[in-house]
């Protein structure tokens, strides 16, 4: 990392790389070292909305990489920043999105899920606040497929199409991953391929390397529910390239 003129650009520096790494190149050679450094600034700046801004992407950094210890110790502290006075409505929600999501994928606690996507809810209605209504239903959808409450999961895959920004490519890509897993979970292989392939043709062009990865590997099990189990393989193999690129310990990649 290099030498910066002062502490409030180097901060800002700091959480932009880690922005830029974690959600477009999460497979830089250098990304650890910046990691290393977003976690400095997450503990000890004097500034509550950075410490929040960078502790939710060190909270995504840590659950797509596999590091589920780190992830629950950054959430915690995601519940305790939040409540900092002067707080941006904001930021705090992407903070509840990171929230509802470790609680949604990363364990089975339903409560603690929806209580976070509640929160997040009531926050951006409070403040006016719309565009990340569709990325908080998407994880109460996540929480509800997770153990296999599939009329919830689809009661809330509708409150995320409504919700969507239809001319945003990762509303759109999530939307179709999303109604590609109800698809695989109710054994609908024609549909599940369908969406699946629509996600990951939408995340190839975005370049954000986990959900490419996790799309890739939504295809593989579409395409094996639908008897194409060479094609299934080679969209495997790529979703596992993805995986050792990006260093994850996720085990449903391999």
Known sequence: IP???SPEIEARVVCDMAHILVFRQLDHPKIQTWMVRARAFSRESPDSNLRLQVASILAAYYMWTGQLRMAKEIVDELREISRSPGVSPLIVIQAKIREAM???VCTTSLELAIRAVTEGL???RTHGIRMAEAALYGQAFNAFINIGDLKSAEEYLEKVRNAMIWNLSTDV???YFLCAMLALTR???ASSLHYA???TAIMMKIGFIFADAASHLATAQALHENGAHRKA???LAIANRMNLRMKSRIEYFR
């Open 3 to 5: 030498e910066f003129p």
């Open 102 to 104: 470790y609680f949604a």
């Open 122 to 124: 009531e926050i951006g």
């Open 173 to 175: 890509a999530f939307y």
């Open 187 to 189: 054994g609908q292989a």
């Open 197 to 199: 392939e629509k996600s």
């Open 233 to 235: 393989a080679r969209e």
